[in-house]
């Protein structure tokens, strides 16, 4: 295959994302074919904006055509699951952003979901979503590519030839991921989001240290290094007094029955460790983190704030309206403006492996293993009741 053509599935934040790092294939190796929104206002407004010929609030109508050859699904992970199988039947490649899945209700669910629903119960449904999409996958011979950016950026792929130079084995990887809050309404509820901020940010945490003990099998045995266990601290700290009393006016999570920070440790297959912390309720802007302790060396990776370029200014105002990087707070003082947050996060990486391996006929290197595996560690974790003191502790096999 020569030109790989896109209809696109969702048409805001995440679409943009995408079509903005699509935008240097198009042409030669992609072409994009359509866009297709629930909310016809969007989908026409993303057609002008990066000149996509077709719009349609129907999945089935950009499935129908047979010019399309890949969906690319930047809509909310509630319907990843569904539209992913369709696709699949459809004989059409996908490209999903992340989650893979997660678990979102049924009916007769007691309300709400987070607090009321036994998390044994979730996990299975999670579970069966996650392998619902890898049968159809398999059954029709398409692929999946898995939008974990973590994955490709830059400061990782530094480290898998670090680990890979050093030839020791990894004993510990300690990822992080802190901002200030989600504005999106859906982040409140689990129906919406499927779970709280370890499912919405933790999940890239989890990916790549995931991938990187399956890299580490791979170079050192062939084989990957699987988790076996998982422990989760989980709180909603909006919910405590302390936020309560305040003030708080800088921080924009609010959720309602899901968690929005955690402590998760991973035991892997080989008796080592793995620890993710998580929280959407961390001032100081974005960041995104991951320390790999090695038996012969120590290797720290920054994907977000980082001293490539330092700014300072005694007032909020004096850059304008000059964009420096996601989620801070004030642009006065010491600050570190992302010359390119894209490229550090990964984004034209990944989708230009996407991309080539549709064209090559071969696996991306964030597929369908990691997907299904990130849902698995992840939809266990217990999360507490908000006024629960103190928070439980749950240890499962994942
Ligand atoms: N990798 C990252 O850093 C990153 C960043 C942002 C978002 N995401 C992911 O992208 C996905 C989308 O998030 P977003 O921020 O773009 O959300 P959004 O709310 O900005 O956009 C969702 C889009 O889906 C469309 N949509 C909803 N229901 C639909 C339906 N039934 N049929 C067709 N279109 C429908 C909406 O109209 C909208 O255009 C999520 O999975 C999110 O986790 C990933």
């Known amino acids: 295959m020569d030109v790989v053509r896109i209809g696109m599935v969702g048409a805001r934040f995440g679409a943009a994302l995408h079509l903005q790092n699509l935008a240097p294939l198009r042409g030669a190796q992609v072409e994009i074919v359509g866009v297709c929104s629930v909310n016809r206002e969007s989908a026409?407004?993303?057609?002008?904006?990066?000149?996509?010929?077709?719009?349609?609030?129907?999945?089935?109508?950009?499935?129908?055509?047979?010019?399309?050859?890949?969906?690319?699904?930047?809509?909310?992970?509630?319907l990843h699951h569904t539209f992913a199988v369709q696709a699949a039947e459809a004989g059409k490649h996908i490209i999903v952003e992340k989650p893979l899945t997660g678990y979102f209700g049924e009916p007769g669910d007691p309300e709400p979901i987070g607090e009321m629903v036994p998390k044994a119960k979730m996990l299975e449904g999670a579970r069966k979503n996650a392998?619902?999409?890898?049968?159809?996958?398999?059954?029709?011979?398409?692929?999946?590519?898995?939008?974990?950016?973590?994955?490709?950026?830059?400061?990782v792929a530094k480290l898998?030839?670090?680990?890979?130079?050093?030839?020791?084995?990894?004993?510990?990887?300690?990822?992080?991921?802190?901002?200030?809050?989600?504005?999106?309404?859906?982040a409140r509820r689990w129906k919406?989001?499927?779970?709280?901020?370890?499912?919405?940010?933790?999940?890239?945490?989890?990916?790549?240290?995931?991938?990187?003990?399956?890299?580490?099998?791979?170079?050192?045995?062939?084989?990957?290094?699987?988790?076996?266990?998982?422990?989760?601290?989980?709180?909603?700290?909006?919910?405590?007094?302390?936020?309560?009393?305040?003030?708080?006016?800088?921080?924009?999570?609010?959720?309602?029955?899901?968690?929005?920070?955690?402590?998760?440790?991973?035991a892997f297959e080989d008796g080592t460790r793995g620890k993710v912390t998580v929280s959407d309720a961390g001032?100081?802007?974005?960041?995104?983190?991951?320390?790999?302790?090695?038996?012969?060396?120590?290797?720290?990776?920054?994907?977000?704030?980082?001293?490539?370029?330092?700014?300072?200014?005694?007032?909020?105002d004096i850059f304008g309206e000059e964009y420096f990087t996601e989620k801070i707070e004030t642009k006065a003082g010491w600050t570190f403006p992302s010359p390119d947050e894209d490229w550090f996060r990964g984004y034209p990486q990944e989708i230009r492996d996407f991309v080539d391996a549709i064209r090559e006929d071969r696996e991306p290197l964030a597929g369908i293993d990691l997907a299904v595996e990130c849902t698995e560690v992840m939809g266990r974790p217990e999360t507490p009741r908000p006024r629960a003191s103190p928070s439980p502790v749950r240890r499962s096999a994942c």
């Open 44 to 78: 026409e407004a993303c057609a002008r904006r990066f000149a996509i010929p077709f719009v349609t609030t129907d999945f089935s109508a950009l499935l129908a055509r047979p010019d399309v050859d890949a969906v690319d699904l930047c809509i909310p992970p509630a």
């Open 131 to 155: 392998h619902a999409v890898r049968d159809a996958i398999r059954r029709h011979k398409v692929k999946l590519c898995y939008a974990e950016n973590w994955v490709y950026s830059p400061p």
């Open 160 to 186: 898998r030839r670090l680990i890979r130079a050093a030839g020791g084995g990894i004993l510990d990887v300690r990822a992080e991921e802190n901002h200030s809050g989600s504005h999106s309404t859906f």
């Open 283 to 316: 001032l100081g802007g974005l960041q995104a983190k991951i320390a790999v302790y090695l038996t012969n060396a120590v290797l720290h990776a920054n994907m977000a704030q980082n001293t490539a370029v330092q700014a300072y200014a005694p007032g909020p």
């Open 192 to 266: 919406h989001s499927g779970g709280g901020a370890l499912l919405r940010m933790g999940v890239h945490s989890v990916g790549a240290r995931l991938h990187l003990k399956a890299y580490e099998g791979e170079v050192r045995g062939g084989r990957p290094i699987r988790p076996v266990s998982v422990v989760a601290d989980m709180a909603s700290l909006m919910r405590t007094e302390t936020a309560r009393r305040g003030p708080t006016k800088w921080i924009a999570a609010d959720p309602e029955d899901v968690e929005n920070w955690a402590n998760v440790v991973i």
